[in-house]
């Protein structure tokens, strides 16, 4: 048996239940004793008006109280829906009718729970996060003791223990020590990441089996976590276009109910020839047939369910009026390094003639010689080669124009770019035609200044990105990429990717013009990137979008993040966004049938106030289930 305690019903093998649940149920309880008990009409009346009390006390007072606190705050009358339906209600009870106005409470108040129960849902979703909001943290002292602090109380420089299965108190650097961290609630992969000495962590991932120190690199406020707490805040206050126009429109939809009623009750006996017993009836039944409760329901709920159905996914929305708006976009501009490509050069294709060494020791020669080398694309070389590779003892030379050049058993060897050499045979002009013409970086080997061989270098396309602009493409929308890389280089990309159009040889402070040029030839248009220097262009577009793994000032300024760097999710929210659009027209237009139905039955059909609010109601209770569809992956 669960103890009663405040608001709330619990026990350790039961959960909370709110107090308005009990009373609610409480309040049927009473109503069927009154049908069942051998008891006089006024007796029933009475056990009945007790129902629709016990039941409904929290939705009809909720009516009362918020009409109260808006038209105080707005200085004028500000009514809601759940003021028409208690007016119905006591309507019913004055003219006898004490079972129907109970009735009509228990509809209303299911449907109001429900309404709560999926709004509910959806911010849970969303807002479990702030349950894994890490509070301390084992700040090691200066003679190496540690103390306990809270998060807030850590500075940047300051030195923590974190211990086997412990949680990352904010975001940092190892200093000494291994770990595997399982990094899910900030990224979504669900593979733990292998962390070493100069790595970065993030605060609120989960360490493993390993215990290490790290170094405060940012302060509490400023982690990647908070960043996601702060983008879930403000995407359950801001609302999609739709929900917000319906929350401006309710409250003089609901004066404008009033006030036909109103005109109803006066003007029914004398200019329609009514009796007062039908007038009074057909006014209550008009004020529950034409309540907006179904209307009221079709968007903000709906909303809030695509959020929390892509948060869970890994794609944080800033408002509701962002997912609303993706599916309208006309265009779609991407950054290339990071965000269409991998952002790491690897060697994509390569070839050697053998002059008297085989090709298995040249390879080791040159991966010994560009373990020393500091250019930039070195180390895409070392990464192929170097598996299997014997170590070889060699000085090299870095020789400006040049590349690097080192000796060998009698030999020199060179590696360096095109122009590096003053003479190429008509083969490798041709093999370096080829490869410059696919976007790729060349670069030569050569023995005793003749070359000998090359290796071809480029960054290759996201695997997912291929079928995010693919997709894109079929649902109509331009794609374009923007990139600072030479023409050649980006146009051979862009045909990899099937990208509509390519703007390359773009310095980074052109980007928000390249956007802006796009926004008023093509229409409404997103921007896709991950660095500072697409923070000017995320937001001149009219939907920025940041990777998860990019600058803090890229996810600061843009409106949707993309926590998992995939590119699949951003046409998964495409994909979303025009189901909630569909889903809350279809909401809308049912609402509306339905009101236009049963004020048409309540002037030409007899319709009662129990069978108004049944099927009033019913219409609530099916907009709601719709809406929890879009919950659905």
Known sequence: MCANHQETVTNKDCKKLPIEVILYFSGIII???GLILPL????????????????????????????IKES????????????????????????????????????????????????????REITKLLELNPTE????????????????????????????????PTDGRILEGEATIDESNISGESIPREKTIGDDVFGATINGNTSFIMEVTKDSSDTVFSKILQLVESSQSQLSPTASRIRQVDPYYVKAVLLIFILLVALGPNLLGWSWAH????????????????????????????????????????????????????????????????????VVSFGFKKQGLDEDKLLGLIVAMEKQSNHPLAQAIVDRFEEDKDEIAITIENRLGQGIVADYEGHCYQIGKPTSFASISEEWTA???????????????????????????????????????????????????????????????????????VVANVMPEDKARVIKEEQESTGMIAMLGDGVNDAPAL????????????????????????????????????????????????????????????VSLTFWGNLSVLASVTLHEGSTLLVLLNTLRLLKK
């Open 40 to 67: 006089n009409a006024s007796s029933k009346q009475i056990l009945s008006t007790l129902a629709m009390l016990v039941s409904g006390y929290h939705v009809m007072w909720e009516g009362i109280e918020d009409t």
């Open 72 to 123: 105080r705050r707005q200085k004028r009358f500000i009514p809601n829906t759940h003021i028409l339906m208690t007016m119905a209600a006591v309507g019913a009870v004055l003219l006898g009718e004490a079972s129907e106005a109970a009735l009509l409470i228990f509809i209303f108040a299911g449907a109001h729970f429900l309404e709560e129960y999926v709004e509910g849902r959806s911010q």
């Open 137 to 168: 943290a084992r700040r090691l002292t200066a003679n190496g003791k540690v103390e306990i602090v809270t998060v807030d109380q850590l500075a940047i420089g300051d030195r923590v223990q974190v211990l086997n299965g412990g949680q990352i």
């Open 31 to 33: 109503f069927l004793l």
């Open 431 to 501: 093999i370096r035609t080829k490869e410059e013409s696919l976007g790729r970086t060349l670069i030569f080997v050569a023995i005793d200044d003749e070359v000998g061989g090359y290796i071809a270098i480029q960054d290759r396309p996201q695997a997912s990105a291929m079928a995010a602009i693919d997709y894109f493409k079929s649902a109509g929308v331009k794609t374009i990429m923007i990139t600072g890389d030479a023409e050649l280089t980006g146009q051979a990309i862009g045909r990899e990717l099937g990208i509509d159009h």
């Open 279 to 346: 007038t009074f009836a057909t006014s209550l039944t008009f004020l529950v047939s034409a309540s907006p409760c179904a209307l009221a329901v079709s968007a903000v709920p709906a909303t809030l369910a695509g959020i929390s159905n892509l948060a869970k996914q890994g794609v944080l929305f800033k408002g509701g009026s962002f997912l609303a708006n993706l599916s309208d976009l006309k265009a779609i501009a991407f950054d290339k390094t990071g965000t269409l490509t991998e952002g790491k050069p690897q």
């Open 539 to 598: 937001v001149t577009a009219d939907i920025g979008i940041a990777m998860g793994d990019g600058t803090d000032v890229a996810i600061e300024t843009a409106d949707v993040v993309l926590m998992q760097n995939d590119l699949s999710k951003l046409a998964l929210a495409h994909k979303l966004s025009k189901r909630l659009k569909a889903n809350v027209a279809q909401n809308l237009i049912f609402s509306l049938l339905v009101v236009i139905l049963l």
